[in-house]
């Protein structure tokens, strides 16, 4: 069932677990993960980047989609569509098309405006039963043409947003979009705790959940951390697994060239990656 995050996440606080965020890309993509999260009786978040939507045909066909597969799959766990690092007018374009869920990513204008922006998208998921991502700080590396630095977030500037009624906040602590550098020095706990303090009961979200290790994710989460995203590492392993397809030859063996045959190793791939992660994460069994 298509739902605000805001339950799950206020469950995820207080049970000292994370709901992952796995972004999608397709078809392929939104059953593996729907069906994972079913199968493990987890609650679990779609994240679409603005990207992504344009590739799959806009914010209605993806809305679409996923509330007809949650149909015809059968899905009871609770599913959040969520717009991942929204635009001021991505927003309102995810508000219209039927999302439950979006992330006004503000963190790089200046923090009054941000303030402004983010206050007035407050009023209107209100209204409309969504849950409201905002975020201080920048993450670290590249999504959708938008480069981050990494800063860590002001505490302060963090508090700020989360008094304005945010259902959940992005704080930049060190974490990165892709792949982590061999020289990375790993996500400031300082910083983390700093802004627990501030923002208290505040559901937070980790980007960047490809590659931190298990011990640094299990941290975070015993510090607020609510929402873990995940995309690259889904991405990864569908990757090798078509490669590994292909470069066998098991696409030239029978009818193996079928995108149905060709995909399916892909799809197994992130439905391991998906599992891996509920996991570590804790949130399986908690649906």
Same mark, same amino acid.
């Given at each position: ?22 972004? #999608? ?22 994240? @679409? ?39 001021? =007018? ?24 941000? @303030? ?34 990494? =800063? ?5 500037? &963090? ?13 930049? #602590? ?46 975070? #989460? ?11 590492? &889904? ?20 009818? /193996? ?27 399986? /069994?908690?649906?």
């Amino acid at each position: 069932m298509l739902v605000s995050a805001k339950e799950m996440l206020t469950k995820a606080k207080e049970g000292h677990y994370a709901v992952g965020q796995f972004n #999608i890309n397709n078809l392929e993509w939104t059953k593996a993960v729907l069906q994972t999260a079913e199968e493990l009786k987890s609650p679990v978040i779609l994240g @679409v980047s603005e990207g992504a939507a344009k590739y799959m045909c806009g914010y209605t066909t993806v809305a679409n989609m996923v509330k007809a597969m949650i149909n015809e799959l059968g899905i009871t766990v609770p599913v959040a569509l969520h717009l991942d690092h929204g635009t001021y =007018e991505a927003c309102y374009k995810c508000i219209d098309a039927g999302f439950s869920s979006i992330m006004f990513d503000g963190s790089h204008y200046p923090i009054a405006e941000n @303030v402004a922006k983010t206050q007035e998208l407050v009023k209107v998921c209100a209204e409309k039963g969504m849950s409201l991502e905002a975020e201080v700080g920048s993450i670290g590396g590249e999504e959708d043409g938008v480069v981050g630095m990494g =800063e860590c977030a002001d505490p302060n500037e &963090c508090k700020m947003v989360a008094d304005l009624g945010v259902t959940m906040l992005a704080a930049g #602590i060190g974490n990165i979009h892709g792949k982590y550098p061999e020289n990375w020095p790993g996500l400031s706990f300082e910083t983390l705790e700093a802004i627990s303090e501030k923002v208290g009961k505040m559901p937070l979200v980790l980007h960047g959940g490809t590659g931190i290790p298990a011990d640094m994710i299990k941290k975070a #989460i015993s510090l607020g951390v609510s929402k873990i995203n995940v995309n690259t590492e &889904c991405q990864l392993a569908f990757a090798a697994a078509t490669r590994a397809y292909v470069e066998a030859g098991k696409d030239l063996q029978g009818k /193996g060239f079928d995108p149905r045959k060709l995909l399916a190793p892909g799809v197994d791939a992130i439905k391991a990656t998906v599992k891996e992660k509920m996991e570590l994460f804790g949130s399986v /069994g908690k649906a």
